[in-house]
């Protein structure tokens, strides 16, 4: 048994959650300013970043909006863009069964991109230990991204009416995405399925209520898999 | 913004509680049982499967230039992708883009 207390864990995890705050910080004061910008009011903004917390679904529902999207597509266009965290919840859910109801409800609510990635790395390097020291290394980690997301939100809402309009900002959310997209393509399949879903929506611009975007996604996720299958049967 | 109030709370609320119950879909629903192998593979993807379509007609059809393509917003694109690509750093990405397209406008005035 270590001599690991619940704050030692903490800390621990706080530590290790602290890089993350340099890409969480501007990247929240950016969506808070652009969707000011948009249309949206202050209380929308900050409320949006406190229910949703994740950032690339925030902006694909903002650019849907700017698109006047209908409001199903806009709901559609952001929760595909989350459907990852799912993955994220399943990978978790071995190290974290044990603990109590209202600690995984928790653990769920704080559940981004750097919080799976820097907490699974831990437990699967440490399988063994408590759901206590888990719990404890994942609130510590996911900690300080989740406040400086507020704070930029908060921040950068009031900073974007205070930005005169004459500013041209109109590309900001497009080149938003191209920065998000870029480290995502680590892997052939990865490129196929991009390619399909950029391809695709454009091909399919003309279908009804923006549904091109969805049926291109599909088409692409099921291409990320087919290429990966074929990858792995030449290796 | 052509919405209502009551369209943008309902778009946010419901993006909202939609989100947690994705997030918490095996933390709290589906727990431990097993899932098909098919499936995590797609989840996979959800991502880079959606942002390269939202992204392509903002980028080949800028809403600023009544949806003509655009030099400069091109070249601005191509940076912060390149940039991107190169250095996984999306606000690096995000500030070269816009310098690229704040010089790059400067030129053509």
Request: proline share 14%.
């Given at each position: 048994m270590t001599s690991s207390t619940a704050k030692s864990d903490f800390w621990r995890g706080f530590g290790d959650g602290m890089p993350f705050v340099l890409g969480a910080g501007p990247f929240g004061l950016l969506f808070a300013v652009l969707a000011t910008e948009a249309g949206l009011d202050v209380y929308q903004v900050i409320v949006m970043s406190l229910l949703v917390i994740a950032g690339a679904a925030q902006f694909a529902a903002l650019s849907q909006m700017q698109d006047a999207a209908p409001v199903a597509m806009v709901l559609m266009a952001g929760l595909a863009v989350n459907m990852r965290m799912a993955m994220y919840s399943a990978a978790l859910t071995p190290h974290?069964?044990?603990?109590p109801f209202w600690h995984r409800a928790w653990a769920a609510y704080i559940l981004v991109d750097n919080s799976y990635a820097v907490g699974i790395v831990e437990f699967e390097e440490?399988?063994?230990?408590?759901w206590q020291t888990k719990i404890q290394y994942y609130l510590g980690c996911a900690l300080p991204v989740w406040i400086v997301w507020y704070i930029a939100t908060f921040v950068g809402a009031f900073v974007g009416q205070a930005i005169?309009?004459?500013?041209?900002?109109?590309?900001a959310v497009a080149l938003t995405f191209l920065a998000l997209v870029g480290p995502m393509l680590r892997t052939l399949p990865h490129v196929a399925a991009a390619f399909v879903s950029a391809a695709g929506t454009l091909m399919l611009w003309?279908?009804?209520?923006?549904s091109g975007l969805m049926v291109a996604a599909i088409l692409a996720m099921i291409v990320g898999v087919q290429v990966e299958n074929w990858v792995a049967r030449r290796t | 913004m052509i919405y209502t109030n009551t369209q943008i709370w309902t778009i946010i609320i419901l993006l909202g509680i939609g989100t947690y119950l994705i997030r918490t879909s095996?933390?709290?629903?589906?727990?431990n049982r097993p899932l098909p192998a098919w499936v995590i593979q797609h989840l996979r993807y959800t991502a880079v499967a959606i942002l390269p379509g939202l992204v392509a007609p903002l980028v080949l059809w800028p809403a600023a230039t009544g949806g003509e393509p655009d030099l400069a917003r091109g070249i601005a694109a191509i940076v912060t992708f390149a940039l991107a690509y190169k250095t996984r750093n999306v606000v690096i990405a995000v500030l070269g883009g816009a310098v690229t397209l704040g010089v790059m406008l400067a030129l053509v005035d």
């Open positions: 974290l069964k044990d603990a440490n399988p063994d230990t408590t005169p309009a004459s500013i041209p900002i109109d590309f003309t279908l009804p209520y923006n | 095996f933390l709290l629903i589906w727990g």
